[in-house]
């Protein structure tokens, strides 16, 4: 069981983790929040029928990784067709399509990082260090969205945009700024491999 997640009995998942392991999830969860953060609304409404109407942004994020994580629906820079009437066309599509879905897509992204954290951090508090995390099938999908993401973060600071770039970062040297983050991304892709695996059972 170390490092890959096994299906359990009864459906969900287990995998062992130590302390290290622990922390280094956990800490990427948090920035991921941060990164998310609270949605364009600030704080949730006392009144839910507000939130479920609130309209989100119509513009994509600038930093480069919320726009991976947040994509434009109908393309982006970079999928100009040409036709300045068409890509006027889509953008507006993409404007509207975000308004109306930015806000539910952030509240799932920090849904899936806060079951990830409190998992771990329930872990934790049982005082045996390194242990044996076992998650249902419920937590199992909230862990593979907060796990996907985490790559895609990743693998945008990294600029992996395909295979190929994804194969080089095996050969980077260990004197390489980038390696501990390389480590990490494929670390993390092992974890979401496995997952998927007993989600598939």
């Not at 949730?44 to 513009?59: R, T, V």
């Not at 879905?101 to 990082?113: S, V, W």
């Not at 980077?172 to 983050?181: A, C, G, Q, T, V």
Request: aromatic share 4%; glycine share 10%; hydrophobic share 40%.
């Amino acid at each position: 069981m170390p490092g890959q997640f096994e299906a359990i009995p009864g459906g969900g998942a287990a995998v062992a983790l130590d302390e290290v392991e622990i922390s280094i999830i956990r800490s990427l969860a948090v920035q991921l929040l941060e990164l998310i953060g609270p949605g364009p609304g600030g704080e949730p409404s006392d009144d839910p029928l507000a939130e479920l109407f609130a309209e989100g942004p119509s513009e994509p994020p600038a930093d480069p990784v919320m726009q991976r994580l947040l994509p434009d629906a109908y393309g982006g820079p970079g999928s100009e067709t040409g036709d300045v009437g068409r890509d006027e066309e889509l953008r507006a599509y993409s404007a509207e399509f975000r308004r109306f879905t930015e806000n539910d897509l952030r509240a799932k992204k920090r849904d899936d990082a806060l079951v990830v954290i409190r998992s771990l951090d329930a872990m934790a508090s049982s005082g045996e260090g390194g242990a044996v995390l076992k998650l249902s099938v419920e937590e199992s999908r909230h862990w593979l969205g907060a796990l996907n993401d985490l790559r895609l973060a990743i693998g945008t600071r990294l600029e992996v945009t395909d295979e190929e770039d994804a194969d080089l970062l095996y050969r980077l040297p260990d004197s390489d700024p980038r390696k501990p983050m390389v480590m990490a991304y494929l670390w993390l892709g092992g974890l979401q491999e496995t997952l998927v695996g007993t989600l598939l059972d």
